[in-house]
């Protein structure tokens, strides 16, 4: 038997063992010599490219010294922006090839691209000498890439190994400082905000080292001249015989308003008259300071009091008495004793604020000290005290304090200046008068009514005694209740300014007397009377209402409110609903993420609940442990904002204007004990014009961020500043198709992002073909147009079909452009087959809002609700019982083309995010339908996100808020926007402003400063073009006509007619325009008066004859909204513009003119003159 086979060892054979690598040796790639496993600088770029998926680069030739050499442009171009083109190019030509142009150029681009990475291992000569030289430079620390970098070629003779090595490197030079544009721009802006920060330092450094004043008391400045006296007298006396020296010095001291006695007594007695420092300083020490001219004066400041003898003991006793304590009080009674109010006037007021409010803070204390020094003056001097009208809403006197304000503003600058003290919430405003040497004092508790009551007022100054000050300050008073219910502020701070120079009155000014009617019935009661013990005196009383000034009394007030809810059937049935939403399930996440963080970001699919929700999660926190809490959400709608607070309201059981409020344009709906306040955009950008760091909001929440209008750009940007500054404020943005990552990039990597899944049922969703098929419609249909009678086939067999929503069991939801498409709609539906099914209601911005609430109404039993709606019913508002939602896929847009400055409202297609919000409103209650009336080609084709509103509107009113709120340089702000806009498009906007005189250049023409007429523009409620015009109708007094103009533009034109009636149309309007000049504007203002005036039974029949020709039905609304917006406006006029009656020493209020004809002259010349 043999033997049997070795056994192999234990392994296997590795894949390609035994055969044999060989090497190609070296090639030519590219005009270089290299080895296998190099790479020339080209190939390395190529590669590079490939890695990043960037496109190739390109190799353009460029002009070289001579036409026997070489230069090349290496080009990297970016997909979305040619400014982002990377070029990269050397200032040496080459003699050698054409490719070794190339690499150089190459070895550039590198260089800026990676310019860390070892390539020499890779290069071949003698390209590596050169990248090796290159990172040699980087790595000195002048070196700057792309102004002195690289290394150039070296000749052709030293392209061997040895002449690399032992040759000279010649160094490169790009023939650019930047590669693309974008950095040029972006360094220039740096070194712009470096400039103007260093500008700010300088600015803040001189503030900061202003010279300070300090003042001696009479006292020691009487024990100072009499020393320098002594002194003075044992001096000779110096350059008195020098009449040239006498004659300078007479008429400098006659310049600086010294009396001719003085300047007499001087010449005679001062020792030296060679110094004019001697002079002055004899004069200060020998004239009585009462007579020294303004500036000399030290006169003016409460400094020392000293009492002997009976007084001293008195004001001991009355200091003991008051609790007085000189650490607390001295500031509090200085400031007061400053105003001509007595020491022992102020004891008197301290003594009865510590007995109504013990252990009080100081603030509170002062703040009661002041108001009883104010009625104790109102006493004294009998100030008449109107009876109140009563009934305003805070919000209506807040309003018109802050338009009053605006105007004080506008007239003194910065003198008026407004102080709100947080813990009391005391509205403070402060005017310097008379060269800044008087102060006038509004003082405003949290309960006052101005201007329907007299305020409280207080007034100091340098060259009156307190004897006057009081009795200037009583006639004010006095003058201020015969002002009643008007602006007061300017009528006063004109009248002190002439009271100041009368006579001084002789007789002080006596407060805390007693009541001679109340002494003399105290002195006939008899001693055992029962109420005898009664009418001793008594410490007063203070009635402290809660208010918003006392937010611990607020807090507990809503607390027990909240307290008596839990037990109510109402609440907790409503809390059961609430807590079936997926937003509720992370209502502790969401407080904790905002305790943690100053910015949350919320992507809440729709149907979640987060806009109604998440609100009230946290007024839930705060209430019940009784902690303040300010809630703004922001609406991008006002329909938006009014619907999701009654709803919100009606969750909590309450009435809208309690702990939930709304503000929009021209309607608020609030109260002190309001916490949560749902507003549009524009409106908190108006908060922020008074108010620039929110003080007391404690969170604002930004609804539907996703829709990127303008607006909420323009926001975002002041609140990221805003958020540095104040770091107890609380954002959070929240939307259900927002692009996350843009915005966690723009407020910090760190920024939470919580992601809420949707409560919606399943929506089907068909496309153009499926409805071709199941309406039957053979007829070739366009994506392009609206095929109206598509939509009413769609609607016919909907309402047929029980199954699909219609026949009653729900309604439906079809999306138009506008509002013309609108009405067509509806009027095709109304002559349909099931015109006696359906009940079709309009919705869209343009609507008065009893009307746009109809479309939560129910349908009445046995027909189907069909709303016809922009893009309005998108986001925000929910419609419950939507079912079916038929979408056209457009939306009308405003465009805006920045060289030409025009705007255009185009229609445009919806993006993908916007028709999928669009789905979504139909599965709330059920499962829905949604029926696309384009094809899925076309779906595709859409945008994915809508484009932001700032980069297709005009920036001009944007740049003038900017301006307004001192947010810095307006291209600075906008540049670090969340998607900024275009550089040419922010220049054109400055440009228009610059033009129509609302921004003005400074001195070193680089930045924009903002004029008396742009501050004016920027705080009414309208087209900064418009809002000239309105301003040159106040001055040239035709304010009705112009104002109605601008009404009628701010809404839609009544001048719309059907196709079918336009030339009927047109002969009526020329009808009309025989009766006014041949104007369309006065012709819009002429049918808006004629239409106002009458009856509402004659605009019936007037409808009936007229207006159904020349007006659009919907249309006859914008006419009524003109009207409305008409009275808003006068009225804001009223309030705000009250500079211009300044001009009419009547004090006459904005006038109305009555003649039409003179009305026409001015406003003629007011529109030309105001629009050039």
């Known amino acids: 038997m043999s033997a049997p086979p070795p056994r192999k060892p234990r392994g296997h054979r590795q894949k390609g063992a035994g055969t044999v690598a060989t090497s190609v040796g070296e090639q030519i790639r590219q005009g270089v010599l290299c080895k296998e496993w190099q790479r020339t600088p080209m190939q390395l770029l190529q590669e590079y490219c490939r890695s990043v998926k960037r496109q190739p ?132 802006l740096s070194e712009r905000e470096d400039r103007n920060r260093r500008q700010r330092s300088r600015e803040n450094r001189d503030r900061a080292n202003i010279p300070v004043q300090v003042f001696m008391s009479q006292k020691a400045r009487d024990l100072v001249e009499s020393v320098l006296a002594d002194v003075d007298n044992s001096l000779d006396r110096v350059g008195h015989d020098d009449p040239i020296r006498l004659a300078q010095v007479s008429a400098t001291l006659t310049a600086m308003g010294f009396q ?88 008197r007021a301290l003594e009865l604020a510590n007995a109504a409010l013990p252990n009080a803070h100081i603030l509170d204390v002062e703040h009661e000290i002041k108001l009883e020094l104010s009625r104790q003056l109102r006493r004294a001097l009998s100030v008449r005290e109107p009876d109140s009208a009563g009934g305003r809403s805070v919000e209506e006197l807040e309003e018109a304090l802050d338009e009053e304000l605006m105007v004080m503003e506008s007239i003194y600058d910065d003198k008026c200046t407004k102080t709100v003290l947080s813990n009391l919430n005391v509205r403070q405003i402060s005017m310097l008068l008379l060269d800044d040497t008087l102060e006038l004092v509004f003082y405003l508790p949290p309960e006052s009514q101005y201007p329907y009551e007299v305020p409280h007022l207080f007034l100091r100054a340098i060259a009156i005694d307190g004897v006057n000050l009081l009795a200037v300050t009583g006639q004010l008073l006095d003058l201020a209740s015969k002002l009643y219910g008007e602006p007061m502020m300017y009528e006063l701070s004109s009248a002190v300014q002439g009271l100041v120079h009368q006579p001084k009155l002789a007789k002080p000014v006596e407060l805390f007397r007693e009541d001679p009617v109340a002494t003399s019935a105290q002195q006939k009661a008899p001693k055992n009377a029962p109420n005898a013990k009664k009418s001793k005196a008594k410490p007063r009383q203070f009635n402290r209402t809660p208010h918003q000034g006392d937010p611990r009394a607020m807090n507990k007030q809503l607390y027990d409110k909240f307290q008596q809810k839990l037990g109510n059937d109402k609440y907790i049935q409503m809390q059961q609903t609430r807590a079936k939403l997926p937003a509720y399930q992370e209502r502790e996440t969401i407080v904790s993420l905002l305790e943690t963080n100053q910015v949350v970001l919320i992507s809440g699919a729709t149907g979640c609940g987060k806009t109604t929700q998440v609100p009230q999660f946290l007024l839930d926190h705060f209430i019940p442990k009784q902690q303040t809490c300010n809630i703004i959400c922001t609406q991008p709608r006002r329909l938006a904002a009014i619907g999701v607070a009654t709803r919100v309201a009606h969750e909590r059981t309450e009435s809208i204007g309690e702990s939930v409020g709304y503000s929009i344009r021209m309607e608020t709906r609030r109260s002190p004990e309001t916490r949560l306040l749902f507003c549009t955009t524009g409106v908190l950008l108006r ?72 409560f919606t049922y399943p929506v089907t ?117 939507i079912v079916v939602v038929i979408d056209a896929g457009k939306a009308k847009e405003m465009a805006y083309d920045a060289i030409n400055r025009r705007s255009i409202l185009a229609e445009q297609w919806v993006s993908q995010a916007a028709a999928d919000q669009r789905k979504g409103r139909a599965g709330r209650v059920r499962p829905g339908v949604c029926y696309r009336l384009f094809s899925t080609k076309q779906f595709h084709k859409m945008a994915p996100q809508p484009t932001p509103e700032i980069h297709r509107v005009s920036l001009e009113p944007l740049c003038l808020q900017i301006q307004a709120l001192e947010l810095g340089p307006i291209d600075t702000f906008l540049a670090n926007a969340i998607e900024p806009p275009s550089p040419d498009a922010v220049q054109s906007a400055i440009d228009g402003l610059i033009e129509m005189g609302a921004l003005v250049r400074d001195n070193s023409n680089v930045q924009v400063q903002l004029t008396p007429l742009g501050a004016h523009l920027a705080r009414l409620p309208m087209d900064a073009r418009m809002a000239k015009v309105v301003v040159f109708g106040c001055i040239l007094r035709c304010v009705d006509p112009v104002v109605t103009i601008a009404a009628a533009l701010s809404s839609k034109s009544p001048f719309v007619s059907a196709p079918d009636d336009r030339s009927k149309g047109d002969a009526l309007k020329k009808q009309w325009s025989d009766q006014v000049p041949t104007s369309d504007h006065f012709l819009l203002w002429t049918v808006v008066k004629t239409f106002s005036a009458l009856s509402k039974s004659l605009r019936r029949s007037y409808n009936l004859s007229f207006l159904l020709h020349i007006f659009s039905q919907i249309y006859i609304f914008s006419i009524l909204d003109t009207a409305i917006y008409h009275s808003c406006y006068i009225s804001f006029l009223e309030s705000y513009i009250y500079i211009f009656s300044i001009l009419d020493t009547a004090r006459t209020t904005v006038c109305r003119t009555r003649h039409w004809r003179r009305s026409w002259t001015c406003a003629t010349s007011t529109w030309s003159t105001a629009r050039c």
């Open 687 to 758: 908060r922020l014009l008074q108010d620039p760091v929110l003080e007391g909001v404690s969170h604002i929440i930004v609804d539907e961020v996703h829709e990127r209008n303008v607006d909420t750009d323009f926001l975002l940007s002041i609140l990221r500043d805003v958020l540095r500054q104040r770091t107890d404020l609380r954002l959070l943005l929240m939307s259900a198709t927002m692009n996350t990552s843009l915005f966690v990039d723009y407020f910090g990597t760190g920024t939470p992002v919580l992601s809420i899944p949707g």
């Open 57 to 188: 680069a390109h190799y353009h030739n460029a002009q070289s010294d001579s036409e026997h050499t070489f230069r090349v442009r290496c080009v990297l171009s970016d997909a979305k922006s040619k400014d982002k083109d990377l070029i990269f190019c050397p200032t040496q030509s080459v003699d050698t090839t054409l490719d070794d142009a190339k690499h150089c150029a190459a070895l550039l681009a590198l260089l800026h691209l990676e310019p860390s990475r070892p390539h020499e291992r890779k290069l071949p000569d003698p390209y590596r000498e050169m990248w090796l030289v290159l990172q040699e430079e980087q790595k000195q620390p002048a070196f700057k890439p792309f102004k002195k970098s690289a290394a150039a070629a070296p000749d052709a003779s030293s392209s061997s190994d040895g002449d690399a090595a032992h040759g000279k490197v010649v160094v490169l030079t790009s023939d650019r400082a930047f590669a693309s544009k974008a950095e040029y721009t972006q360094s220039k």
């Open 765 to 881: 969703c068909h496309y153009l073909k499926h409805v071709l098929d199941v309406t039957g419609t053979t007829d070739k249909v366009s994506d392009d147009a609206i095929n109206y009678r598509l939509v009413v086939s769609l609607v016919e067999y909907l309402v047929d079909t029980g199954d699909n929503g219609g026949a009653g069991e729900g309604a439906m939801l079809i999306f138009m452009p506008g509002v013309q498409e609108i009405k067509s709609t509806i009027r095709e539906l109304q002559q349909s087959k099931v015109a006696s099914a359906l009940v079709a209601y309009p919705l869209h911005g343009a609507l008065p809002g009893h009307e746009q609430s109809r479309v939560f109404d129910g349908a009445p039993k046995g027909k189907t609700k069909v709303i016809v709606s922009t893009n309005v019913a998108e986001t925000s508002i929910t419609i419950d019982d």
């Open 260 to 347: 001719p006695m003085h300047i007499q007594a001087v010449v005679d007695r001062c020792p030296d008259l060679t110094d004019d420092t001697s002079v002055l300083d004899w004069l200060c020490l020998n004239v009585p300071e009462d007579e020294l001219p303004k500036g000399f004066n030290p006169n003016g400041t409460q400094l020392e009091v000293v009492g002997y003898g009976v007084v001293a003991k008195a004001a001991k006793a009355l200091e003991a008495s008051a609790a007085y304590d000189p650490a607390l009080h001295d500031a509090v009674i200085d400031q007061l004793t400053a105003c001509g109010y007595s020491r022992g006037d102020c004891l």
